[in-house]
């Protein structure tokens, strides 16, 4: 019968494993990114080019639709829709500087 607790690793702690088992993670980690298995992540210059993106584009639709909308109400085609298409863009832009410049505490 073992004298020792059966919580003991009976080899302990040695540093052949330790460095076997951060190679066999380090190869595997190396076959994932062989064949293709690893996701890559948005970096931060496309996270901003979307939402840039998505700033003009809802900015536009919104004025546009907005304005098409009140045209349809009160019967004054095509006035309200150009001004709020108008308004759709400056909001647009206001929103895409805002997020393009960055304040001294960021």
């Known amino acids: ?3 020792g ?5 009976p080899a302990g702690e040695d540093a052949r494993i330790i460095a076997l088992e951060e ?6 980690q190396a076959e994932k990114v062989r064949v293709g298995a690893t996701q890559q992540q948005a970096d931060d210059g496309s996270r901003l ?21 009140l045209d349809r109400l009160f ?9 709020f298409l108008g308004l759709g863009i400056v909001a647009a832009f206001r929103n895409i500087i805002r997020l393009t410049t960055k304040r001294s505490g960021d």
């Not at 607790?5 to 690793?9: A, F, G, H």
């Open 1 to 3: 019968m073992a004298t």
């Open 5 to 9: 607790s059966p919580e003991e690793d």
């Open 23 to 28: 190679r066999i993670a380090h190869a595997e």
């Open 49 to 69: 080019g979307n939402r840039v993106l998505a700033e003009l584009i809802g900015g536009l639709v919104g004025g546009a639709l907005v304005g098409w909308v």
């Open 75 to 83: 019967g004054t085609s095509p006035w309200l829709l150009l001004i």
